[in-house]
């Protein structure tokens, strides 16, 4: 079954540093997510992006954060100065057709576990 | 502005028996649900969907019931299994745009 891939799982990064999360979407899925979610806590949206721009993003997703897709495979998620409450689990996720556009909603990846310290 | 099921209760079952998740919805637009389940240390995995013209649709040992009237859905597990355990969240979007994830219900088998 197809998925969506992330690296790396676990990443520990200091305070200030800039990190790169990388995801593999799945291969014919022509949207893509960022959520994150705080240790005990929902998920939250980040970010939406399609055909090569970002469609919508939350108050979270300031000027310190950003995305891209590099090339055809490849979706990341940059955060340039990292702070202590950037600590979270990060999914990506990809969707075929958008919400409600397909019946099987978003695929998840299984997230990287992003702790600064 | 939008918020989807704000409560984290947490919801004990004995093994075999039927399970039911609820969770209230505030966005009366939203015309697109989910179920998620996830499991601990993974990605939040796809159960169920149902469109805002259904009232109910089932999948395999799982069924959903969406109230528009009351803003609410619900997620029924039929003779719930160890394996069930999990964290499930629902979620809700408009058509096109991004889904909100609930706070979640913690399910809890006890063999």
């Known amino acids: 079954e197809p998925e969506v891939t992330q690296t790396p799982s676990h990443q520990v990064t200091q305070m200030g540093q800039e990190v790169i999360l990388r995801c593999v979407p799945i291969s014919n899925h022509l949207y893509f997510y960022w959520y994150r979610q705080i240790l005990g806590q929902k998920v939250e949206f980040l970010v939406s992006?399609?055909?090569?721009?970002?469609?919508?993003k939350s108050e979270i997703f300031d000027d310190q954060f950003s995305v891209e897709r590099p090339d055809g495979s490849n979706f990341t998620l940059k955060i340039r100065s990292t702070k202590l409450e950037d600590s979270a689990m990060y999914f990506c996720a990809s969707s075929e057709a958008g919400t409600g556009g397909s019946s099987d909603g978003y695929t998840f990846g299984s997230g990287t576990r992003l702790t600064v310290v | 502005g939008e918020s989807v099921g704000l409560h984290l209760p947490t919801l004990s079952v004995q093994e075999g028996d039927n399970s039911i998740i609820n969770c209230a919805y505030s966005?009366?637009?939203?015309?697109?649900f989910i179920w998620y389940k996830q499991e601990s240390g993974k990605g939040p995995q796809f159960i169920i969907d149902?469109?805002?013209?259904?009232d109910k649709r089932q999948g395999q040992r799982v069924t959903v019931l969406l109230n528009k009237t009351v803003k609410h859905l619900s997620l029924q597990i039929a003779a719930t299994q160890p394996g069930d355990s999990a964290v499930y969240f629902c979620?809700?979007?408009?058509?096109?745009?991004?889904?909100?994830f609930g706070a979640g219900t913690i399910l809890r088998v006890k063999s």
């Open positions: 149902i469109r805002s013209n259904m």
């Open positions: 966005n009366s637009a939203s015309d697109y």
């Open positions: 979620a809700e979007g408009e058509y096109g745009n991004k889904l909100v």
């Open positions: 992006f399609y055909n090569n721009e970002i469609s919508e």
